[in-house]
Structure formats: C-alpha cells, structure tokens
T-cell receptor, first 115, second 115 residues
C-alpha cells in the first residue's frame, strides 16, 4: 500500500539557517513519482518538484535541494539559508504508476522561520 | 490561462443543511481530485473523477457525501446534512490526461464552516 511519512510535525529555525525536511515513503510499485508541495499561510498549494523513481540524481533549484535515496525510500528536502517567506507547511506526496488510484500525501511538516 | 477555480472560497452552513462545492479544472484537464484538510492535518484523498465517471471514491465517507464531474460544467462535491465534523478545507486539483506522473494543480480551496 502507498504510504508517506513525514516524521517532523513542526520545525523552527532562525533565518539563514539550513533546514532539512524528511520524507519516507512506502510503495510496492517499481515505477512511482514523488512530489513536494508548499502550503503558505494563505492556504493554496504550490508545486515544488516532481521526481520519478528511475531518476535518483539529486536536484538543486536556488536555495532548494532534494535528496532522493531509493535504498532508504526517502526523498528529503533541504532549504539553504532559510528566509521568513519559507514559513509554510510542506507536504511530500507519492503517486504510483501501476497500483493505487490516487495521490497520497504525507501529514506535512510545519516550518517556521524566525527573523 | 486560468488555474483551478474553486468557489465559494468560504462557505458557512448550519448543521443539517447542504453544502455544494464547485471546482473548475484547468483548461484542457479532464481529471479532477478532491481532498479534505482538517485543521492542523494533512490532505486526505476523497475522490478522483474524470468527465462523467467516478474512478476512485475510496476516500469518500459512505453517507452524505457525493461527487460528480459532468460533461459540461464544474465538478461538484456535495455534502448533505452537514455536521460540525465536516468543517474543513476542501481542495480540488486537476491534471491532464496522464495523471500518474503529472503534478496536480490545486485550487485555493473552499473553507467550510458548520455552525
């Protein structure tokens, strides 16, 4: 069965610190897709990244980077030099190619970046 | 190119009334998903629809909840005889034809408050 775990419920950091948000997933599929979404205080969900199971290359986008480790079923998200505007709830999600019919989201991690 | 449109943004109902939530997917998208987010919780899948078809409703409560996505017009999530526990943010998302590896585009959500 599909499952996404985000063990960190809440994280607080001071501005300019680096922070890593953990995501661990479970799937029986060999082909699957992983996503991160950001939900700022305004409530909308903003897409950040998509990764397929065959691409384990880590990705960097500005201050954001993602570390996909298939061996540990993890897809962690790091924000470098955090800013107050990064304060939001971050969701990791999993979509299977061959099983399951729906997108499964983790419970989310609330990140607070303090000035 | 308008995004996913949900209305109303806020909906207040008294216990026992009906709530109708509307979602217009992005242009060209024929797949719609509904998610519910309870306060301080993550997104819970409710239902996945294509035009005129319910593909997966495994996340829908067995009673009082229904969803449709007609050939013409928006997708509707209907909650009959609402109770206080239905108070939540309801998000709609859409995707193009091949949804498995496509990111979901989310609307801004409808905040339902049951008095």
């Amino acid at each position: 069965a599909q499952k996404v775990t985000q063990a960190q419920t809440e994280i607080s950091v001071v501005e300019k610190e680096d922070v890593t948000l953990d995501c661990v997933y479970e799937t029986r599929d060999t082909t699957y897709y992983l996503f991160w979404y950001k939900q700022p205080p305004s409530g909308e969900l903003v897409f950040l990244i998509r990764r397929n199971s065959f691409d384990e290359q880590n990705e960097i986008s500005g201050r954001y980077s993602w570390n996909f480790q298939k061996s540990t079923s993890s897809f962690n998200f790091t924000i470098t030099a955090s800013q107050v505007v990064d304060s939001a709830v971050y969701f990791c999600a999993l979509s299977e190619a061959n099983y399951g019919q729906n997108f499964v989201f983790g419970p989310g991690t609330r990140l607070s970046v303090l000035p | 190119n308008a995004g996913v449109m949900q209305n109303p943004r806020h909906l207040v109902r008294r216990r026992g009334q009906e709530a109708r939530l509307r979602c217009s997917p992005m242009k060209g998208h024929s797949h719609v998903y509904w998610y519910r987010q309870l306060p301080e919780e993550g997104l819970k899948f409710m239902v996945y629809l294509q035009k005129e078809n319910i593909i997966d409703e495994s996340g829908m409560p067995k009673e009082r909840f229904s969803a449709e996505f007609p050939k013409e017009g928006p997708s509707i999530l209907r909650i009959q005889q609402v109770v206080r526990g239905d108070s939540a943010a309801y998000f709609c998302a859409s995707s193009p034809r091949d949804r498995r590896n496509e990111k979901l585009f989310f609307g801004s959500g409808t905040q339902l408050s049951v008095l």
